[in-house]
């Protein structure tokens, strides 16, 4: 999110012939800053720029929110499509989803995933994964998937869910791997990695 943020801030700036300011506000699966520009005044100099967990999976996981989905924000646009991978250390014996399944499963109750923070995609994805492979994974929390992506690499943790944009460095560096990524056909950043 904040990559492709930062990009549209350099294209508004131009357009708006004024600076653009991109100020992260992280945590509470993106309430503290969906709830910081619902506060803002209704002058257009304050938006948000936030992925789909915002007003979608918030809004069904939470039962109270600081802010309302529906009538605190007017859409503006959907700026990307971005998939989401599963990425594991480039030092593990695996190179599939199966193989992922396997090792989980021959390790009960050993292993951890990270996510970036409770009720984010990446959170659910991996409550999706040891339910579909009858595994015991411990959920640990980050502030972000950059921390995530990093205990990944450092083998704290087994595997996360990071978008590609987020990996690529320690793609190309050949310190992760990425078994599947999420959508209905294969990415051509990543033409040799299946779907989920």
Known sequence: TDIIARLMANQLSGKFGQQALIENKPGAN??????????????????????????????????????????DFAPVATAAYLPLTIAVSSNLPLSSMKELAAYTQARKGQLSYGSYGVGSQAHVMGEMFKKLTGTDLVHVAYKGSAPAVADVVGGQVLFTFPGIPTIQGFLKGGKLKVLALSGEKRNALLPEVPTF
Do not use: C, H, M, R
């Not at 005044?41 to 939470?62: H, I």
């Open 30 to 71: 993106t309430a503290i800053g969906a709830e910081y520009v619902a506060k803002a005044p209704a002058d257009g100099y304050t938006l948000l720029f936030s992925n789909d967990q915002t007003f979608v999976l918030n809004a069904v996981l939470f039962s109270k929110l600081s802010y309302n989905p529906t009538l």
